[in-house]
């Protein structure tokens, strides 16, 4: 192993001398990849060290014309020098870095180009329905749409479509899936995003998702440990608590972590939620608050449980650093050090990358964790075998920084087959959830069909599928639109009557009710009032009809936008509302579009959660056409 040793020791021995490793390097030493890990961190700086545990995201840089964030699209010599500098060794890119294949592909091709020595772990958060991050590229209806299916080769065939795509693009780590067991029906961040509130069905479809994305060099990441799905805030903005019991804790949240990561799993995503039957210990906000310890900086949970306990010999790594759980309350360069203190590996966005000012702050950080290794040996251990654990998993993974194709890309994300594939699973999704004799609907030559929701870009959307429905059975359907907000409390009975009258049918597409919903219940009892056909849509999570009375026909879709709540952006989901809205009709000679497949994969429960309304497994068919 000489030659390797003086490899590695060219390559590593200054800051100065730090150069891209070439592919031929790479191939030398990848033929004793622990070896060659060892030698590299022996003979890497503190900084570089510290550089392949950082990922940040550069979803902005500085402001455009109009003194507005200003995507970070292209490379420029700010952010090269940041990465090359700063010896990063890993990037997540958002929906705002990503327009179309080439601009993507140009832009991870230029990223890698930046790279001070190894290739680039490059990111991205592509679960599926609710998240997601490409604007062109299959999205696939999502993890509780592929609950409702109940059909593993439909969850592998998801994790082959994403695999497929990103890896064409240059992405190398895809965070997920998600794993937690979405048990709480209030719960405001996971819902649609989690694949049942059965934990066996969790184990099943992620286990055969990491499968599908396995067929093509892509890692995957179980979300969020250790478990997101009992929570009834969002730890986005909020540092939200699990108060479960341990053995409660085992038999339901832990279960689907513990299968799926012995069944190949790469990486763990941590949670920012405080389990006192975990760690029971409590520690000071910047506000002087005594809280318990979120599980991101929590060394009983990420050391304990998930190394000693779990043998987990993958990547940990947190979630973003950057949201109101950690940012909001503890200062970020102690919470940095705290979660590698933990067991983290790799420190997710500690600082948003989004302007010149922000590296200064970068800086500092470096700077902070040099001066804390030096007097803490702890730290100083922690970051050498974090450090060797990513670059192992690196050589591992045979990662490279290698030139994507843009022709190859374009024949692939996307494409055809793959739409029509993301239909397909779609249509198996929908679930009938209750139904008086009003579905399906039978189109007549002319047709009047109102639609309401909140917001009009949903409305938008409906009108523009039940025009494709109107196309191809040969009918006319004139719709109506109407944005009321739907959990409020400000239209009249004589308000929803007027909004109701004259219409054949009424599409009341719901997102996500609670509490009292009143101006939807309005028009509940209006259109039951007149004997007008209405059917509910959920067009979210599948739980609306329990806050409703009078429902007489109601679907659930598990998503008609995908949604980055990190920045208020979203895209449209056509494929589910597509699917969902086919579910409802049939053409003039009574056969429905698309018969329901769907069984739900949650309980649906009564608002004060005592009782099961719908219960999982449940999905209403049609039996005889009208």
Known sequence: MKKLTLLTACLFSALSMADPITQAQLNELWKDKQKSADEIVNNMSEAEKIGQLFMLDFRYWNKDSNGEPAAFLAMNDEVAKVISQYHLGSVILFRENLIDTPQTINLINQLQSSRSNLPLFIGTDQEGGYVTRLRVGTEMPGNMALGA???????????????????????????????????????????????SDNKELVET??????????????LTSLKHFPGHGNVSSDSHVDLPIVNSDEKTWRSTELAPFKYALAHGSDAVMTAHIIVPALDDNKITTL?????????????????????????????????????????????????????????SDIVLMPIK?????????????????????AKNPELQKRIDESA?????????????????????????????????????????????????????YILKPQNRILVISDEKPRNTLIEKHLHDIAAETGVSIKSNEHVVKLNENTLSKSDAEQLIANQDLILLTTYNLKDTPTNAQLIIDAANKTKTPLVVISSRNPYDIAYLNGVKANIAIYGITGFDITNNNRNSLETNIRSGLRTLFADSHAQPLNPPKGLLPVNIKNPQGNKILFPYGHGETYHTAQ
């Open 287 to 343: 506000t002087g608050k005594k809280v318990g310890i979120p599980a991101t900086l929590s060394k009983p949970i990420l050391h304990g449980i998930l190394r000693d306990e779990l043998k987990f010999e993958g990547l940990i790594v947190t979630d973003a650093m950057d949201m109101g759980a950690i940012a909001d309350n503890f200062d970020i360069n102690w919470a940095v050090e705290t979660s590698l203190l933990a067991g």
């Open 149 to 195: 299916t109940r059909n593993p080769a439909l969850a592998e065939l998801t994790g082959m479509i994403h695999g497929y795509e990103l890896s064409s693009l240059g992405f190398n780590i895809n965070f997920g899936p998600v794993v937690d067991v979405n048990n709480n029906q209030n719960n405001p961040v996971i819902g649609v995003r989690s694949y």
């Open 353 to 373: 990358m989004w302007d010149t000012e922000s590296v200064t702050r970068l800086d500092n950080m470096y700077r902070y964790l040099e001066a804390q290794a």
């Open 388 to 440: 060797r654990r990513v670059i192992l998993k690196k050589l591992q993974q045979q990662i490279t920084a290698q030139p994507v194709d843009i022709s190859v890309a374009e024949q692939i994300v996307a494409s055809k087959s793959h739409k029509d594939l993301e239909n397909m699973v779609s249509e198996q999704a929908i679930t009938l959830i209750k139904n008086d004799n009003v579905l399906p």
């Open 205 to 218: 479809l992620s286990t055969n998702y990491i499968k599908g994305i396995h067929k093509y060099n892509l």
